[in-house]
Each structure stands twice: as structure tokens, then as C-alpha cells.
């Protein structure tokens, strides 16, 4: 009996110190999760606004001026821009977003990938890892972004994506990432970023007149390269602070379950340790009357 409550006592021990590491790393997860919340709930107004102007001058400036970031053409090769985290510990925040970025290859570019002409861009240690491994056609310049990030490495990619539409490399651009909720909620998002989606008819947002000072041409031109890089940093920083809201849930998840898991050990250790008493005293009984026997 003293085998097994050896072996009890060891897997309370081992559960306590895992209990101890994921309680500290959903304080960090919270401690960045401070930060990065900030910077998204700051960047995200300012970004939808640009994104809204955007989309109003391409519309209504159809056929006024050349605009080759806007122009829709038949696609014959896509570019796939998939945001997720270098590590992993949060929950199944990067399977996701693997899983839309899969589905959306077979819903929109199946033809396309069968040919060899779906490249993937990954942001972050998990896509590029995944996507490298299982044969898929890797843009392998810009995974590392969230090893100190900011804006100068996000318009890198940016201008890759840019160059790359505008040079007829690639006649689609989607941007597939985490949109911060809160940090219990993230929605997985797919996102056409090229060509430059205009505005619907339907669409709640109303088209718009500008004046252009200067001129129409020279403005969008200058514009629509700053818009799209600040887009694309809108996603990377929805993907950062989704990524610390999905470490400290699945954190405080594996630290409630080890709490579940040592008050059922303590019960096993306890019985076990009864019933080595009981096993004891049983024998010294048996001992003393086998003596006076």
C-alpha cells in the first residue's frame, strides 16, 4: 500500500507545480493582454474610418482616375495573409484560424491551389511552421513580426502584398486573422484586402463626395498605400491581443481543472492512506491475539 500512496502523493506534487505555471502565465498573458488591448481598442476607430474612406473614393471614383490597387481582375493566383501567434498555450486559438485559412483555399481558390498558384504569407511562428510543413507555397520573409513588433514590420508585408497585386504576381489578396472581442471572445475573420473591396449599394455605409485637394491622382495615389498598411496593422493587432485573451482563458481553464484534479487525489490519497491504517492495525491485532493464543 505504501507503493501506491507514494505514486498519489507524486501526482500531487506534479499537479501542483503544473497548477503553479499556468497560474503565472495567465498573470503575464493578463499583463500583456493590458497592453495590447489598448493598443487595438486605440488603432481600431481610426482604421475602420480610413478603411470606410477608402472604399467610398475607390467607388466613386470608378473610371476617373487609374487606381491599380482597386482593379478587379479574373484570379488566376491568390496570395493568402494568415495571422497567428509564435507560441502556443491558447487554447484553439491558431488550429482556427489554420482551419478557416484551409477552408477558405478550398471554398474560394481551390482551382487556383491545384495549379501551384495560392501562396501563403504567414504572421507569426505557427502558421509558417504548419503551412511550411505540409507542402504548402510559403512567403517565409515576414513570420517573425511578433518578435518585436511594429508598424515598420507590418508595412513590410504590407508592401509585399501591395507590390505583388500591382505587378500582376497575384490577382487576389485576403487577410485571415482573430478580431479582438473581449478576452473570453475572438472571431475569426477572412478579409479581402486586394483588390481594394468598394462600397455596396446595399451596404450601411453610404457613398460618399470629396473634395480633392490636390489633385485626385496624386492623393489616392499617396493615400491608398498608407491606408492598406494600416489595415494590415489593424489585423496583426487584433491577432496580438486575441492571442493573450486565448493564453490567459485556457490559463485559467488548465488551473481550474488542476484544482478539480487535486481534490480528486486528495480523496484517493486519503482512502489510500486509511486503508494502509486500517491494514496496520489489522495485523498488530492479529499479531497480539496470535500471542496470547
Known amino acids: 500500500m505504501s507503493g501506491a500512496l507514494k505514486e498519489v502523493r507524486n501526482r500531487i506534487k506534479s499537479v501542483q507545480s503544473t497548477q503553479q505555471i499556468t497560474k503565472a502565465m495567465k498573470m503575464v498573458s493578463a ?24 472604399s467610398n473614393i475607390v467607388s466613386s471614383s ?36 489554420i482551419k478557416l485559412t ?19 504569407l504567414p504572421i507569426g511562428k505557427k502558421a509558417y511552421e504548419h503551412f511550411s510543413k505540409n507542402g504548402y507555397n510559403v512567403v517565409a520573409n515576414f513570420w517573425d513580426i511578433f518578435t518585436g513588433l511594429s508598424f515598420e514590420k ?25 478580431e479582438f472581442k473581449n478576452a473570453a471572445s475572438q472571431q475569426y475573420i477572412a478579409e479581402q484586402f ?43 493587432l487584433d491577432g496580438n491581443a486575441s492571442e493573450h485573451g486565448a493564453r490567459m482563458t485556457a490559463m485559467d481553464k488548465a488551473s481550474d481543472n488542476a484544482n478539480e484534479l487535486l481534490k480528486s487525489l486528495k480523496i484517493s490519497y486519503n482512502r489510500a492512506r486509511q486503508a494502509a491504517i486500517t491494514t496496520e492495525l489489522t495485523e498488530i491485532v492479529s499479531g497480539a491475539a496470535a500471542l496470547q493464543g
Open 102 to 120: 484551409k477552408q477558405v483555399i478550398k471554398d474560394k481558390y481551390a482551382a487556383q491551389n491545384a495549379k501551384g498558384n495560392v501562396q501563403v
Open 194 to 236: 486586394l483588390p481594394v473591396p468598394k462600397v455596396s449599394n446595399q451596404g450601411a455605409v453610404k457613398k460618399s463626395d470629396f473634395i480633392f485637394e490636390p489633385g485626385k491622382e496624386a492623393l489616392i495615389t499617396e493615400l491608398m498605400p498608407k491606408i492598406l498598411n494600416t489595415q494590415l496593422y489593424k489585423a496583426v
Open 62 to 97: 470608378e473610371g476617373d482616375v487609374a487606381m491599380d490597387l482597386a482593379v478587379e481582375r479574373p484570379v488566376e493566383k491568390a496570395l493568402i495573409i494568415v495571422v497567428t501567434s509564435d507560441r502556443g498555450l491558447c487554447g484553439g486559438y491558431n488550429s482556427n484560424l
Open 154 to 178: 507590418v508595412q513590410a508585408a504590407a508592401k509585399y502584398a501591395m507590390d505583388a497585386f500591382a505587378n500582376k504576381e497575384t490577382d487576389a489578396v485576403e487577410v485571415i486573422y482573430s
Open 31 to 54: 499583463a500583456k493582454l493590458r497592453r495590447a488591448q489598448d493598443a487595438i481598442t486605440q488603432m481600431r476607430p481610426y482604421a475602420q474610418k480610413l478603411q470606410e474612406m477608402l
